[in-house]
């Protein structure tokens, strides 16, 4: 059954929407529908090609709590370098962080987190070296941002991932 449905609950949901858009639930559009659904589901399965394992679901929710919490504290200090145009020693600049994380699911969640977060962004990531380039708006302490994202952040996502 899995070879026919590998993503059950997106093909109910793009049967669902189908019959939403045609405002009707006729055999045809039932049918129609659930051709589309069944066919996105396989294109889904081919994008992806291998499944998330993890390893300590429990790890996610507390992983989840201090990305919010780090969320709104950015937003706060971004607001405040946005309204005192900048104290006198702050600057953006660019810093390289050797990762450990090598799983690809780890390493999306962590581009997701640090984009998320006001003031930082991903830049990219040299995959062979292992090294993230990550760009951040106010610069101070090289070694504290690299201790944040790696103990923060990645060691947690190891946990979940690996």
Not at 22 to 51: D, F, I, Y
Not at 61 to 68: I, K, M, R, W
Not at 75 to 101: D, M, Q, T, Y
Not at 131 to 149: K, M, P, Q, S, Y
């Amino acid at each position: 059954m899995n070879w026919l449905l590998p993503y059950p609950l997106l093909s109910a949901a793009l049967l669902g929407l189908w019959l939403l858009l045609n405002q009707t639930v006729s055999a045809g559009h039932v049918v129609l529908g659930s051709v589309l659904a069944v066919l996105a589901s396989w294109a889904m399965a081919a994008l992806r090609p291998e499944k998330a394992k993890i390893r300590h679901p429990g790890a996610i929710l507390h992983l989840a709590g201090l990305v919010l919490i780090d969320i709104l504290r950015s937003n706060i200090a971004v607001g405040w370098i946005i309204l005192r145009s900048r104290k006198p020693g702050g600057h953006a600049g660019f810093l390289a962080i050797p990762l450990e994380l090598r799983n690809r699911h780890g390493l999306a969640i962590l581009s997701i987190i640090i984009t998320s977060t006001p003031g930082t962004i991903w830049v990219s990531y040299d995959p062979a070296k292992g090294i993230l380039l990550l760009h951040v708006l106010d610069l101070v302490d090289e070694a504290a941002w690299t201790r944040l994202i790696k103990d923060r952040y990645e060691r947690r996502l190891m946990e979940i991932f690996e």
